[in-house]
Structures are given as C-alpha cells and as structure tokens.
C-alpha cells in the first residue's frame, strides 16, 4: 500500500479562489509528521507547512493552511486567495516516528489562470 | 542567509564513469538528506546523516552509491559505473530539528 497518496495528478483553478490539495497517508506509526512541499518549474523543493501527529491544532503559514483529519488520515493543503505564482508541483510527504526519511506522494500540478 | 547549495547543478555524463556531487548544507545544521527524483515522480529517500554519522540508508542506495560527511559540513554522493537508470535530479536536504527540512537547487545528472 503506497504510504501517501495524493489523488489529484492536477487541478485548474482560478486566480484568487481558495484551492484544496488532497493528501491522504497510511502509517501505524502513532508518532509522525505531514509536510507539504512546492515545487516549481525550477525544480527547488521549498518547504511549506508542517503538521505533527500530536499537534492538537491545524497548522497555518500565511496563506497556507493545514486541514488535518487524523481518524480519516488526511493532511489536505489549503491555500486561500490563489494566485499566479502558486502555479507549480505540490508533494505531500510523511515521516514516520523510528525514521528519518520522508515518504513523499507523486504529486499535484497546480495551474492557477488569470 | 544561504540556504542548502549543491554543486554541480547539471552533470552528463557516459554510462560507466563514475560521478560525485556535493551538498553544502545550511551551517547550523546538523541533519542531512539525500534524495533522488526521477520525472514526473516525487523525491526518494536515500541517505540520512547526523553530523558525520550515517544513520539511515534506503535500500535504493546500491553499493555503487555511497555517501559521506566527514567533519559533519558539507556531504558528497558517488555514484560509480553510471548506469542509465541513475538518470534523475539529485537533491540534498537539510535541517536542525525534524520539523523543518529544506532542500538545495539539485544536481541534474544525465547518463548517455
């Protein structure tokens, strides 16, 4: 069983609408970590948000917000007021508590348009 | 403020020679990542070092991979006898607690 998945491969959405990634996860590890990563055209990973498995309130960086659902094991990223420059590969990533590595998904293309 | 820098940022090279590419992470930081991503994938995991120790190693890491920190600063990767296969973005990771890993530029090898 694949340990992130994210089901969206890519999403068209307008200038200044609230998006919502989708990433769900599989772990029986009670200790772990959610990350969301962008990644334009560059190629640069840059780090957005992260979320611990024990933190009891969703994560939040400027327009980007956590929505962490731990009975459903998903870690949806919200980013509000959309704009053209968050056009770019967005991963989920999970590390699990005896690793140190990160599991990441395969991905969503974001494509914000004016 | 530098972040993570990685050199060189694009390597072709024949399939039988041997390569070697370098990480300078960010200078506080203890922990470092390699990774390897190939197109229209997501980041693997491949090595993990903290300070000059190499405490995780993925199974994707062969023996003609191997990595190293001596002094616990900067980290090469040697890939010998390039294989096709080994075509993809190599990214070096780091960070000083688990919550916050940052990522450098890559390497973008090319094996013909």
């Known amino acids: 069983a694949q340990k992130i998945t994210q089901t969206q491969p890519g999403m068209f959405v307008q200038e200044k609408e609230a998006v919502t990634l989708d990433c769900t996860y599989d772990?029986?590890?009670?200790?772990?970590?959610l990350f969301w990563y962008k990644q334009p055209s560059s190629g640069e990973m840059i780090f957005l948000i992260y979320q611990g498995s024990y933190d009891q309130q969703n994560a939040t960086e400027g327009r980007y917000s956590l929505n962490f659902q731990k009975a459903r094991k998903s870690a949806n990223l919200v980013i509000s007021a959309s704009q053209l420059g968050d056009s770019a590969m967005y991963f989920c990533?999970?590390?699990?508590?005896?690793?140190?590595?990160?599991?990441f998904g395969k991905g969503t293309h974001l494509i914000i348009q004016p | 403020d530098t972040g993570v820098s990685q050199d060189p940022r694009h390597k072709i090279t024949k399939r039988g020679q041997n390569v070697t590419f370098r990480c300078d992470p960010i200078s506080e930081h203890n922990r470092l990542y390699w990774y390897r991503q190939t197109l229209g994938q997501g980041p693997e995991f491949l090595t993990y070092?903290?300070?000059?120790?190499?405490?995780?190693k993925s199974r994707l890491l062969s023996d003609r991979f191997s990595a190293e920190r001596p002094k616990g600063s900067f980290s090469t990767l040697e890939i010998q006898r390039t294989e096709q296969g080994d075509s993809a973005m190599y990214l070096c990771a780091s960070s000083l607690a688990a919550d916050h890993i940052g990522f450098g530029p890559g390497t973008r090898l090319t094996v013909t």
């Open positions: 772990t029986s590890d009670p200790s772990y970590g």
């Open positions: 070092f903290q300070n000059e120790a190499q405490l995780e």
């Open positions: 990533a999970m590390r699990e508590g005896g690793a140190d590595g990160l599991t």
